[in-house]
């Protein structure tokens, strides 16, 4: 009986690791979501046939040019998806901008969360929930002590909340049974509150089963800077993500910004010994832990962008699920430059890109 359960755990570890290995081969040959879940093999005798097939010559990953990996065939339709990664990276949305009776600044955003489908891969699609049609949702921008106010739109068939990271009364916590609470389809809220503490946080859905809301998209970046602000900057957000295409609670494609290998395509361009500033999140579902490893130099790191002072000079950082900071960097030289998640699979699997340094 032992060794039955014993070889059975086995069989499963191996269909496991074989099925995540078959992943970087498929969608390099741009199938669809239905195709994608028809080579996945999901018995022992389906995965060790792919296995044989795989290295048979089946399509694989693009080695060479893009470094770890890359996909084959067509790009990605951002035009179809309604947003586009490269946009996203230097897209701040500050809101409609008032001024209150005492002065205060007031800020307003809407807020509405949708389903709709997206392509993350050439040729996968994802049945995916949004916040105002794009994944990650407006990074929404403000100064330490503004007032916020957020209308919050649940154009979805389930519901949706919004929960900030930050300090805020319970009441705008964006939870079950504590202030609005979950708000049902066709429904909406306020959430209001002050900016505060200073620093690099995010917002998602809150609403159970939580795995499935985040993992489905509904996350955004949101930045509150000090009131003395920070040096001027090159400045950019990444929201590290990743897509269970086949519902296996496991990701089969991993990305920044939504979209592998988007940054690696076509490589974010930025300008020598211009200080540039990254504002990293990690919202990735189903891993314990996310990573970004910079190549061919080094970069401040301060954690949750709460202080002004860096923790350390690394070329690599690990977050788990909700952690954030801000990378600051300088580079010396031109040329392109690679970074990518510190766990293999991951960069192979799409979360991989390059900044081109020029004069």
């Not at 957020?150 to 079950?176: E, L």
């Not at 949101?222 to 993500?241: Q, S, T, Y």
């Not at 999140?281 to 949750?304: A, C, R």
């Amino acid at each position: 009986m032992t060794k039955r359960i014993f070889r059975h755990a086995i069989i499963q570890l191996v269909t496991r690791l074989t099925r995540r290995r078959l992943l970087s081969a498929v969608p390099a040959v741009g199938l669809g979501a239905t195709a994608l879940h028809a080579a996945i093999p999901h018995k022992h005798g389906n995965a060790a046939a792919a296995e044989h097939d795989m290295n048979a010559g089946a399509g694989g990953a693009a080695h060479g040019s893009n470094g770890h990996a890359g996909f084959r065939g067509r790009e990605v339709d951002h035009r179809a998806n309604g947003f586009d990664p490269h946009r996203i990276l230097r897209d701040f949305d500050t809101g409609k901008v008032s001024r209150l009776p005492n002065g205060r600044t007031l800020r307003e955003w809407t807020i509405a969360a949708a389903e709709h489908e997206i392509e993350i891969a050439p040729g996968v699609k994802f049945a995916a929930w949004s916040y105002n049609g794009r994944i990650p949702g407006p990074t929404l921008r403000a100064t330490e002590g503004d007032r916020l106010r957020i209308k919050f739109i649940n154009g979805g068939r389930h519901p949706h909340t919004i929960h900030f990271h930050g300090i805020h009364p319970a009441s705008a916590d964006g939870v079950a049974g504590i202030g609005p609470g979950d708000i049902p389809p066709g429904g909406e809220t306020v959430y209001e509150f002050d900016a505060t503490p200073y620093g690099l946080h995010l917002y998602h859905c809150h609403v159970r089963p939580l795995a499935e809301h985040i993992a489905k998209g509904l996350y955004g970046a949101f930045l509150i800077d000090p009131k003395d602000p920070r040096e001027k900057a090159d400045e950019m957000v990444m929201v590290m993500n990743g897509f269970d295409t086949n519902f296996d609670r496991a990701n089969e494609v991993y990305a920044a910004n939504t979209i592998g290998f988007a940054y690696s395509e076509k490589p974010i361009r930025i300008k020598r010994n211009e200080l540039v500033r990254l504002y990293l999140v990690n919202v990735l579902e189903y891993d314990l832990i996310n990573s970004f490893h910079l190549h061919g130099n080094f970069f401040d790191y301060i954690p949750t962008g709460t202080s002004k002072k860096p923790s350390e000079l690394t070329d690599t950082v690990m977050l788990c699920q909700g952690q954030r900071g801000i990378l600051e960097m300088r580079f010396p030289y031109t040329g392109r430059y690679m970074f990518h998640a510190h766990q293999s699979e991951f960069t192979e699997l799409g979360w991989m890109g390059f900044f081109e340094v020029t004069d």
